[in-house]
C-alpha cells in the first residue's frame, strides 16, 4: 500500500513564497503520476500541479501558471511544489496525490483524480 504525506504549509503574507513537501511511502516516484491539489473553503477541490517523473512532464492549472513550479528529488521520493508571488485566493489546504497510470495527460488527473491520497496541509495567504 502506497502513502503520501504533504508538509509545509503555513501563513503567509500576500506576494510572499512557500514550499510544500510531499514524501511517498511505499512507492517509486517513476511508477507513478504525483499531483498536488487543494481545496479552499467552500469550495471544490481543484487540482494545481502534477509531474511524471519518468518523463519529465509536467502539468499546472491556468491559475498558478509562472507561480508555482513542481520539481521531484528521487533520492527522497519527495516531491515538492514551490509557490511564489502568492495571492489571498491560494489560501486552501493542499493535498497531495499519486496515481500508478503514469500515461494521461492534460487535465485528466484533474478532472478524474488519483487513487492514493494524503494529509494536507494548510496554506493562509493573508496580511
Known amino acids: 500500500r502506497c502513502s503520501c504525506r504533504a508538509s509545509g504549509g503555513g501563513l503567509v503574507q500576500p506576494g510572499g513564497s512557500l514550499r510544500l513537501s510531499c514524501a511517498a511511502f511505499?512507492?517509486?516516484?517513476?511508477?507513478?503520476?504525483i499531483g498536488w491539489f487543494r481545496q479552499a473553503p467552500g469550495k471544490e477541490r481543484e487540482g494545481v500541479s502534477y509531474i511524471i517523473s519518468s518523463v519529465g512532464n509536467t502539468y499546472y492549472t491556468d491559475s498558478v501558471k509562472g507561480r508555482f513550479t513542481i520539481s521531484t528529488d528521487n533520492a527522497k521520493n519527495t516531491v515538492y511544489l514551490q509557490m511564489n508571488s502568492l495571492k489571498p485566493e491560494d489560501t486552501a489546504v493542499y493535498y497531495c496525490?499519486?496515481?500508478?497510470?503514469?500515461?494521461?495527460?492534460?487535465?485528466?488527473?484533474?478532472?478524474?483524480?488519483?487513487?492514493?491520497w494524503g494529509k494536507g496541509t494548510l496554506v493562509t495567504v493573508s496580511s
Open positions: 511505499g512507492f517509486t516516484f517513476d511508477d507513478y503520476a
Open positions: 496525490a499519486a496515481d500508478p497510470r503514469p500515461y494521461y495527460t492534460g487535465s485528466y488527473y484533474f478532472d478524474y483524480g488519483m487513487d492514493y
